[in-house]
């Protein structure tokens, strides 16, 4: 069996001395599409133009937000290779970081919407060359209930189908698991309404996004703006039963969700989304328990490297 040099990671509690002007890829082993010979490709490009570079494979959910929000963390660059889920914990670590160093991205992960967002090329040359260039942006980011997102925040079908998709058949099937749980979850499943307050007007509606981001699912639109602008818009839709959601579903796959009948896109700097029960919520594509929620844009920034 070949033993990469970096399978004996150093435990976060255990910080190696990383010196200014580093690289330290945090890698997550189980997000799709993960690839140790691209990771080494990374590596090796990097080291050949000087830069010096540690892999760690993460080996249980927190890691990366853990190493994130420790002060001892002294590199230049913290790269997070894998998907929107282990990029919204490198956000959430560096809050409590006093210095958080730059972020960078290589996307692995099932969908990785903050790839597309930023154009990231899927070359391992190309991603090294991007650390190596040190070209940044500043990554705007909401809060919601206090947490940090970069893409969105849900309430509704969505965030439904987020919760029940079995890790299992997401590692399989990747975004293919995520319509099948659809299928499944759109048929049984009870409507609940909704009521979204935007900086104090009341509208309702069955489904709810705020969007930090211009990309929702994969390439698809969904409003105006994106990560890297500041400031958020929130797409409700009226109607969230199973026909709806297919032409919904239709609209967004040709970029027109917007002007579907029944969807209302509107930018916003405070927003509430509350039930008369709980409804699932989602943040970056992973679970965040249910309404209601609290969302606002701020004026916070981490810089992240861009072709
Ligand atoms: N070693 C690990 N074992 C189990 N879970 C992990 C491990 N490392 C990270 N995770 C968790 O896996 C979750 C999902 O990972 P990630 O977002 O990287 O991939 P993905 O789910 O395939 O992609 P996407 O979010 O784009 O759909 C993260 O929220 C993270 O907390």
């Not at 990771?39 to 994130?68: N, P, Y």
Request: positive net charge; aromatic residues 6%; glycine residues 10%.
């Amino acid at each position: 069996m070949r033993v990469f040099w970096w399978s004996a990671p150093a435990s976060p509690r255990a910080p190696q001395p990383a010196t200014a002007g580093s690289v330290l890829i945090m890698a997550n082993p189980t997000s799709g599409g993960y690839s140790a010979r691209f990771l080494e490709k990374v590596r090796a490009r990097l080291e050949w133009h000087g830069c010096k570079a540690e892999i760690r494979l993460t080996r249980h959910a927190g890691e990366i937000g853990e190493v994130c929000a420790d002060p001892e963390l002294r590199v230049r660059t913290l790269v997070v290779a894998g998907g929107d889920g282990s990029i919204n914990e490198a956000l959430t670590g560096f809050q409590s970081h006093p210095n958080p160093p730059q972020l960078a991205v290589i996307p692995f992960g099932t969908a990785n919407v903050l790839a597309l967002e930023l154009a990231l090329p899927r070359k391992a040359r190309a991603i090294a060359d991007i650390i190596r260039r040190q070209k940044t942006r500043q990554l705007h980011y909401g809060l919601a209930n206090g947490h940090p997102f970069v893409l969105m925040a849900s309430a509704g079908f969505d965030a439904e189908v987020v919760h029940a998709v079995p890790l299992s058949l997401k590692r399989r099937l990747g975004k293919l698991a995520y319509v099948i749980t659809a299928i499944r979850t759109g048929f049984g499943r009870k409507e609940t309404p909704l009521t979204i307050t935007l900086d104090g007007d009341t509208i309702t509606g069955k489904f709810a996004v705020a969007s930090n981001a211009r990309h929702y699912g994969g390439p698809f639109v969904i409003c105006p703006g994106g990560a890297t602008d500041p400031g958020m818009h929130m797409l409700v839709l009226e109607r969230d039963d199973p026909w709806s959601s297919v032409l919904y579903g239709i609209a967004l796959l040709f970029g027109r969700i917007h002007k579907a009948r029944g969807a209302i896109v509107r930018p916003f700097s405070r927003a509430t989304i509350t039930a008369a029960g709980p409804v699932a919520a989602q943040i970056d594509g992973d679970p965040f328990g249910a309404t209601p929620l609290e969302i606002q844009t701020t004026d916070r920034t981490i810089p992240v490297l861009v072709p």
